[in-house]
């Protein structure tokens, strides 16, 4: 659940000019459900929407490449880092096709990019949620251990002075 609150917090705020400027456009030119999606159909008419897939996926090869001490490794990385890197690749070479008024007017661009927006988001909620769920099970039981025996005694110092 914290990967999933993680990702959502992650994708309302970095896609924030989306969905605050359609809002302010529904404002400006039609206060309706309409409206907004109008001001949305605006704001990623070009395929501006692979912009923010990419930039999602950013924090996917930090964690690839990121392993934390005492904790198992993220696994088959390379895999994953393909996959990520293809991901990129295409995103680059559809947006720059689409900049350059090869996709104009094309109804797909939306259409391709909600989905490589969708793919981005899956693979950046299992990257958060790998990162967030690996634990070393001897470690966190010592932990745990640890923990428990620090307010027993926390405890018993308190009973000893009532």
Request: contains cysteine; hydrophobic residues 50%.
């Amino acid at each position: 659940m914290t990967s999933v609150n993680e990702t959502v917090v992650t994708v309302l705020i970095s896609t924030m000019p989306i969905w605050l400027g359609a809002f302010l456009v529904m404002v400006e030119q039609d206060i309706s459900f309409n409206g907004y999606w109008l001001g949305l159909d605006t704001l990623t008419r070009k395929g501006e929407l692979i912009l923010y897939a990419s930039s999602l996926l950013a924090p996917v090869i930090w964690i690839l490449f990121w392993d934390k001490p005492n904790k198992t490794r993220f696994p088959s990385k390379t895999s994953h880092f393909v996959c990520v890197f293809m991901i990129l690749v295409i995103s680059a070479g559809f947006y720059a096709k689409v900049l350059l008024g090869a996709g104009e007017g094309k109804a797909g661009i939306q259409f391709f990019s909600s989905i490589i927006f969708g793919l981005s988001i899956f693979i950046l909620l299992i990257a958060q949620a790998y990162r967030n769920n690996i634990v070393d099970p001897a470690k966190e039981f010592a932990n745990q251990e640890h923990d428990f025996d620090k307010n027993y005694q926390r405890n018993s110092e308190r009973r000893g002075r009532l």
